[in-house]
Nanobody, 121 residues
């Protein structure tokens, strides 16, 4: 599975962005998908994840209620809608694929190249 993120950019605090992750391969619909982020000097952390059907999701506490993860298996794409953005959301955002929904990076076997999100105060 190859993953390509898009949709990052510069936004003011309180604004919104929608990230997309396009996947190649017909097996996309069998994978759980996750969004992670990594800020300079910090470890990569889970943002949100969902299972193959989208019926099960998990969110980091810091984004719960502000971010929404979703997927469209017909388009081989997973999304991250980010609302009420804060400066502390600034990071490189990565999408990743795994055989199971999980909140830790080592479980994910496939990674995109990342997209920068910068939130100004």
């Amino acid at each position: 599975v190859q993953l390509v993120e898009s949709g990052g950019g510069l936004v003011q605090a309180g604004g919104s962005l929608r990230l997309s992750c396009a996947a190649s391969g017909r097996t996309f619909r069998t994978y759980a998908m996750g969004w992670f982020r990594q800020a300079p000097g910090k470890e990569r952390e889970i943002v949100a994840a969902l299972n193959w059907s989208g019926s099960r999701t998990l969110y980091a506490g810091s984004v719960n209620g502000r971010f929404t993860i979703s997927r469209d298996n017909a388009k081989n794409t997973v999304y991250l809608q980010m609302n009420s953005l804060k400066p502390e959301d600034t990071a490189v955002y990565y999408c990743a694929a795994s055989e199971a929904v999980a909140g830790i990076p080592p479980v994910y076997h496939y990674w995109g190249q990342g997209t920068q999100v910068t939130v100004s105060s």
